[in-house]
């Protein structure tokens, strides 16, 4: 049985660990990803079937990578969890194209539980 793949973007290389570990132990298969440059040519190649995606990058930020994909077929529906420091930016992140958004820091369980139910819907 194909294992749900989940990409994760963020350039703090801490939050990409911790997230890595959290969902791997709940049986999902992760790659991650710190340089938003790489992401577009990695989520061709890799077909995942959720983004989570940290907003503040350097050269690339979640809101041009999310622009990105809503405007393309193959990948305008695929689900994107966002992450960000900043709270205020919740209601941006959704008209941007974020399925969902989560502050930083976040509770695990309450992520682990925002994880599976876009999964669910998707």
């Known amino acids: 049985m194909k294992k ?13 660990d911790v997230l890595d570990l959290i ?6 298969d992760i790659v991650k990803v710190s340089d ?8 061709a190649t890799e077909n995942p079937d959720l983004l989570i995606l940290d907003l503040w990058m350097p050269v690339l930020s979640g809101y041009d990578i999310m622009k ?6 193959i990948k305008a529906d695929l689900p994107i969890l966002v992450l960000s420091a ?5 209601q941006a992140a959704i008209q941007a194209g974020a399925t969902q958004f989560m502050s930083k820091p976040f ?5 682990v539980k925002t994880v599976k139910q876009i999964l669910a819907k998707s």
């Open 4 to 16: 749900t793949k989940i990409i994760l973007c963020d350039d703090d290389l801490g939050i990409l």
């Open 23 to 28: 969902l791997e132990m709940e049986g999902f």
């Open 36 to 43: 938003s440059t790489l992401l577009m040519n990695l989520l």
């Open 68 to 73: 990105m994909l809503r405007s393309q077929e």
């Open 86 to 90: 900043s709270r205020n930016e919740e």
């Open 107 to 111: 509770n695990i369980d309450e992520l």
